[in-house]
């Protein structure tokens, strides 16, 4: 059970939560992952530090009231510069939509979205330095980007955060992994025929469990949907589902992942 100090900058160091129901969020989360909360002040929407065992493995927070946006998981990128990654995120085709801005004295923060649409985050730490466990079941495990031109939102990313794509071969599927050096950043996903029209890009966020299809049926109890039957990947055994307010996540039993370890 070690603890992450640091996150290798150009990885994923931190997924956190919006929605509009966060007392219920906290019991559902609370009991599909086993974490315990730590609930912030209201000027902070009561932003939520989500930990397993005592360490940070997430965040959530209330989704303002009116907000235009739906409830969801995000992804962010650990950056050394904010200000200067939103100038590459610009030069590289994307557009900024939040920031660069402090939050206190824990770090700043940007957020954005790639040339074909899918919204991440950038956090540049100083005394929050994201997730402190991953790879546990309860805590994160892998983060993908799921879009219409795999080509070109891999190549942003190679961009902006120093990456390189390498091609997988997975019959049937167009899917890049992303690398940083020794370390594995994510996947990215073309989205096919398949998928339907109205899901828009987006990062997904996938959680590791000791037990996927015991932790579908705690969705489900919970009032939650499976979207994605389990299915097995030379990786693992996998389903997408959604908690109760429409906020779509990967639920994730282990065999193998590329090294993605962030110490």
Known sequence: MSTIERHTPGTVSWVDLMTPDLEGALKFYGSIFGWTFEVGPAELHYYTTCSLGGRRAAGMSKRPEGAAFPSLWSVYFDGEDAAQLAESVRASG??????????????????????????????????????????????????????????????????????????????GVDYMTLHKGDKTAGGVLQMNEHWPAAIPPHWMAYFAVADVDASIAQVEKLGGKMQVPAFDTPFGRQSVVTDPWGAAFTLMTPSKLPDQSSG
């Not at 891999?154 to 997988?168: N, P, Q, S, T």
């Open 94 to 171: 994307g557009q900024i939509m939040t920031g660069p801005m402090d939050v206190m004295d824990f770090g700043r923060m940007l957020v954005a979205s790639d040339p074909t649409g899918a919204v991440f985050g950038v956090w540049e730490p100083k005394n929050h330095t994201g997730a402190q466990v991953i790879h546990e079941p309860g805590s994160m495990i892998w983060h993908e980007v799921n879009t219409r031109d795999h080509r070109k939102a891999a190549d942003f990313y190679c961009r902006v955060f120093g990456l390189e794509a390498r091609k997988m071969e997975v019959p």
